[in-house]
């Protein structure tokens, strides 16, 4: 099989359920606007997926996580809420473990047909272009990956 030529574009199947990484960051709110753009546009159902480790920042500080299951789940589901609010149907999903690797399982357990990441996220620092997660899924995804751009202009 060759590759398409000049006039012929790749055609990809439309996504069913698309996997967006939430974290509360500036850079995960526009990956969940595009998600839900792309997500509509496609008729997919998006699952919003937050990664969790030993400690997590609860209002600016960071605190053990297995004390504050509670109030994560609440945090993700104010950072999905533009979801609900463009009528995507959407969940989410809160998983022990390291971002790249808890969102990798995802996609496959969800059988996900496209991932929507922010450049950054709350763990990365200033200056970084591309975060360690956008990265990791960048490098290993079975699936394409969208990432946003911290400055793009949101749909």
Request: charged fraction near 20%.
């Amino acid at each position: 099989m060759s590759a398409p030529g000049p006039s012929e574009a790749p055609v990809f199947p439309r996504p069913r359920r698309l996997v967006v990484g939430v974290d509360g960051s500036h850079d995960s709110a526009r990956a969940v606007a595009t998600a839900a753009t792309l997500a509509a546009a496609c008729g997919a159902e998006v699952v919003g997926v937050h990664a969790v480790g030993l400690m997590h920042r609860i209002d600016g500080e960071m605190r053990p996580s297995d004390q504050n299951r509670e109030r994560i789940a609440t945090d993700v589901a104010t950072w999905a809420a533009p979801l609900g609010e463009r009528d995507v149907p959407y969940r989410t999903v809160i998983e022990d473990g390291p971002p790249g690797l808890v969102l990798l399982r995802v996609v496959e357990r969800e059988e996900a047909g496209l991932v929507v990441l922010g450049t950054r996220g709350l763990g990365s620092s200033e200056g970084v272009v591309l975060g360690s997660t956008s990265h990791h899924l960048v490098q290993h995804s079975p699936v394409p990956v969208v990432v946003v751009p911290h400055d793009a202009a949101l749909p």
